[in-house]
């Protein structure tokens, strides 16, 4: 899954407009502000704000959300957000999963 970006005149329309694509809601995400929103002087020279919600942690919170509330083992993620095979040897997940923690 690619990057999820949009745009809108302020950072909270922007975020609506990805999460009503990504089908999310706003605690599922991670969302990175890359521009925020400005008026400019009287209508000119206005600018979108601009955000992207991020792929991989973006696939882990799908993922998660679709499974409802089954449990889903490490080994299940690797292979559907990874694409890796069982028994691979990495912590790349438990990376994203801490990250993940600390934003919500």
């Known amino acids: 899954m690619e990057p999820i970006e949009a745009e809108g005149r302020t950072v909270k329309e922007a975020v609506e407009a990805a999460l009503s694509r990504s089908g999310l ?7 990175t ?7 400019g002087f009287m209508g000119l020279g206005a600018k979108p ?5 991020t792929e991989k942690e973006t696939s882990i919170l799908k993922y998660l959300y679709r499974s409802g509330e089954k449990v889903v083992t490490r080994e299940v993620l690797l292979h559907e ?9 990495t912590h790349t ?10 934003k919500i």
Do not use: C, F, P
């Not at 957000?81 to 040897?89: E, K, L, R």
């Open 25 to 31: 809601r706003r605690d599922q995400v991670e969302i």
């Open 33 to 39: 502000v890359m521009q925020e929103g400005s008026t």
């Open 49 to 53: 704000a601009k955000i992207r919600l």
């Open 81 to 89: 957000v990874w694409g890796y095979n069982a028994g691979v040897t």
């Open 93 to 102: 997940l438990e990376t994203h999963i801490y990250r993940l923690r600390q």
